[in-house]
Each structure stands twice: as C-alpha cells, then as structure tokens.
C-alpha cells in the first residue's frame, strides 16, 4: 500500500479565514512533506518533517504553518493568505531513512485550494 | 545550483515509442527519479536510477549515466493514456531534497 490521503480535496477560503489541510498516511514513513504547485510548474518543496520534527522550511511565509501530531498525519494550518497561494498543496511522504536518503516520496492527490 | 533540464512538450503517435531527456549537474544528485502527473493529479513514482545503466519495468524503462548527467524515460507501445507530464527529479546528495525539472507536458495522438 503506497497510498497518501489529503482533505479535503477543494478548498476556497476568503484572505481572512483560517482553514487547516489534512495528509495522512499509513506506510510507517517517518518523513513527511508539503509542496506547493502553480499549474504547469513542478511542486515547490515548502516543509519537511523527519520524526515528527520539523526539518527543512524553504523560507516559506508564515501565513503557513505545518504541523505533525504524530507519524502518520501531517497538517498545514493556513492564515491571512493572499489570493497568489491559490495552488494544488501536495503533500509526499518516505521512508526516511538516515543521511543521503534517496528514499521515494510517495504523494498524496493533493487539495486544490483557491484563495479570493 | 542545481539544475535539472527536460524539453517542455513532446508529442507523439499512439503504439510509438518516445524518449523523454533529462540533463542535470553531474555533482550535487545521488539519484534520477521520474514521476508522471496526469493534469490536476498527483505525481505518481515511475521509476528510481542509482546506478548506471537501464531500469526496465514493462513499458516504461529509464536510463541513467553519471558521468554525463544525463538520464531518459522511454516509452514504448504508447497509449491515449500515457498523455501527462513527466517530471523529472535529482535527489540532492547534501539534504535528501527532491529537484524537479519543469517537466515535458507529452501528448499522445491517434
């Protein structure tokens, strides 16, 4: 079983709601991940989270906020965001193995989120 | 930095075989990924090279050389379905981090 799981699948929110998008998955993956994606560009990496710690943050604004309750569920809480975040958010997990991990990060369908 | 290079489009015909190129820095990657993404899908694994040489996995095979930094996906007996973006992905040897290329959007005609 490879299977991410992401809710909900569309979201509109005004730039004054605060919303949260949802990932789980059930692999035993201790590294999680959240990707941003305009169309047709690739996923922008925004976080990663290697046992349930936050480990790489691209510089992303802190309109967003990522969360990891425990290792199978990955949060992305959203605040004050502008109508340019208007993206697909995907979110990858892997296996996470120690350094140089070349691990395969499977990804979830992903929320399509429209910010007005 | 670190650049990763693939042809933006590419069409072909329906039962044919195409060559997708990837090129990137040959320092820097510890590994070629490619994932194919249907329009609003998500990217869905391939295939992985580590080492030299080609990974065949039924129709799809993929070919990796280090020394060049050059990689392909190859696709044979193409079908309507096979109609996607193909993206192309060097796992950084220093953070573990995926680089995606922009990725080749292939249209398959009858």
């Known amino acids: 079983d490879t299977e991410v799981t992401q809710t909900p699948k569309h979201l509109v929110m005004g730039m004054t709601n605060k919303k949260s998008l949802k990932c789980e998955q059930h692999?035993?993956?201790?590294?999680m991940y959240w990707y941003k994606q305009k169309a047709k560009k690739p996923p922008e990496l925004m976080f990663v989270?290697?046992?349930?710690?936050?480990?790489i943050n691209e510089s992303v604004p802190s309109r967003f906020s990522p969360e990891c309750p425990n290792s199978s569920l990955l949060n992305l809480h959203l605040h004050a965001l502008q109508p340019e975040d208007s993206a697909l958010y995907l979110c990858?997990?892997?296996?996470?193995?120690?350094?140089?991990?070349?691990?395969?990060?499977?990804f979830g369908p992903g929320t399509r989120l429209t910010v007005l | 930095g670190q650049n990763i290079d693939q042809p933006t489009e590419m069409t072909a015909t329906e039962g044919a075989i195409v060559q997708i190129n990837c090129t990137y820095q040959?320092?820097?990657?510890?590994?070629l990924f490619w994932y194919q993404q249907h329009a609003g899908e998500a990217p869905t694994f391939l295939s992985y090279?580590?080492?030299?040489g080609l990974e065949e996995k039924g129709r799809f095979s993929s070919f990796l050389s280090r020394s060049k930094g050059y990689s392909y996906l190859l696709l044979k007996e193409l079908q309507m379905k096979d109609s996607a973006s193909y993206l192309c992905?060097?796992?950084?040897?220093?953070?573990?981090?995926?680089?995606f290329g922009q990725g080749t959007t292939l249209q398959v005609k009858p």
């Open positions: 989270y290697s046992y349930e710690k936050l480990s």
């Open positions: 040959t320092s820097g990657f510890n590994g």
């Open positions: 090279n580590v080492l030299d």
């Open positions: 692999m035993g993956h201790r590294a």
């Open positions: 992905a060097g796992s950084s040897s220093n953070t573990g981090k995926l680089i």
């Open positions: 990858a997990s892997s296996q996470a193995r120690t350094s140089g991990g070349t691990d395969t990060q499977y």
